[in-house]
Nanobody, 123 residues
Framework: QVQVVESGGGLVQAGGSLNLSCSVSGLTYEENNMGWFRQAPGREREEVSCIPWTAEFTYYSDSAKGRFTISREKNTMYLQMNSLKPEDTAMYYC??????????????????WGQGTQVTVSS
């Protein structure tokens, strides 16, 4: 049974930082490309950043580039978020088994999702 558990969300002022963590069990890390997605109220879920199991490259959305850093150690993944903006406010989801290249990332019918962790950035 695959389990995906995120942690690290919270309330922060604009310009602040948060570090999200995600732990996956029930999958070998060699079959587990991972990623962070987010969904704001009234909007569709969007990809934020992804990393393959080899960690040989990373993908960032335009909104995340230069501010967020993704990393992983086997089946544990992190997202260091700096210079946070009010528009970063959303529920952040960890995803296991995503499709990723250096220029794109997407979920599929094989993706496993965490329960989400709320990130709120006040102005």
């Amino acid at each position: 049974q695959v389990q995906v558990v995120e942690s690290g969300g919270g309330l922060v002022q604009a310009g602040g930082s948060l570090n999200l963590s995600c732990s996956v069990s029930g999958l070998t890390y060699e079959e587990n490309n991972m990623g962070w997605f987010r969904q704001a109220p009234g909007r569709e879920r969007e990809e934020v950043s992804c990393i393959p199991w080899t960690a040989e490259f990373t993908y960032y959305s335009d909104s995340a580039k230069g501010r967020f850093t993704i990393s992983r150690e086997k089946n544990t993944m992190y997202l260091q978020m700096n210079s946070l903006k009010p528009e970063d406010t959303a529920m952040y989801y960890c995803a296991a088994v995503v499709l990723v290249q250096s220029s794109w990332c997407t979920s599929s019918s094989s993706t496993y999702w965490g329960q989400g962790t709320q990130v709120t950035v006040s102005s």
